[in-house]
Structures are given as C-alpha cells and as structure tokens.
Nanobody, 132 residues
C-alpha cells in the first residue's frame, strides 16, 4: 500500500491553469497505476466520483476522460514518487475536490481503470475552484 497526499489546488479564473501534485510514500511506486478523480458538490457516494485521468506505472501510457481530453495532462516522476495533473483551459464545471488514487499494476495490464473500486489507496483530496 502507498500513502498519497494531494496538493496544488486553489481558486483560478476560467481559462486559467493549475498543476496538481500527488506525493506518494511506500515501496515500489513504479508498480502502481495512478488515477485522478474528482468529486463535485452533491456527490453522495464514493463510487460516484468522476474519473479524470490515469497513468501507468512507467508513465508510458495514459488515459483521459473525454471531458478533459486535450485540456489536462497527467505525468509522473517515479524518482520523486510523484504524479502530476496539469490542468489548462479550466472551466467552472471543473470545480471539484480532486483525488489521486493508486493500485498495483502489472506491466501488461490496461491503464483504463475508471472506477473507484479499481483503486486501493486514496489521498485526502485538494479543492479546485474555477470562477466564471
């Protein structure tokens, strides 16, 4: 199991950018797929968090939700045990609490893990607010 801590959230105007970071502690971070999810106000269940992006253990494969494709970029630095979510062209509807999550992955497994139940470790979240 890895422990995850998100940072980088804040208030930004529509059209602006933010870079979120997910710092991990624990062994063999490169063996974990990392996903980003977000939770909007009114979300009642953990399972209803929206998938945003995922990145393979090596960083060579990524997968995005259609709603953020072309605006968000996920990357990782395994030497620093960190994953990043660069968010650009932000919209008010991107306002949410953003969570990173991780789960062990074999090199041949798919990175398209879009459900909360596919991840075993979660951070506490960081608030992103986009004003119009």
């Amino acid at each position: 199991q890895v422990q995850l801590v998100e940072s980088g959230g804040g208030l930004v105007q529509a059209g602006g950018s933010l870079r979120l970071a997910c710092a991990a502690s624990g062994p063999a971070f490169a063996n974990y797929v990392v996903g980003w999810f977000r939770e909007t106000p009114g979300t009642e269940h953990f399972a209803d968090r929206d998938f945003v992006a995922a990145i393979s253990g090596s960083g060579s494969r990524t997968y995005y939700a259609d709603v953020v494709k072309g605006r968000f970029t996920v990357s990782r630095d395994n030497a620093k045990s960190a994953v990043f979510l660069q968010m650009s062209s932000l919209r008010p509807e991107d306002t949410a609490v953003y969570y990173c999550a991780a789960d062990p992955i074999e090199p041949t497994q798919v990175v398209e893990r879009i459900s909360t139940h596919e991840y075993s470790s979660w951070g506490q979240g960081t608030q992103v607010t986009v004003s119009s």
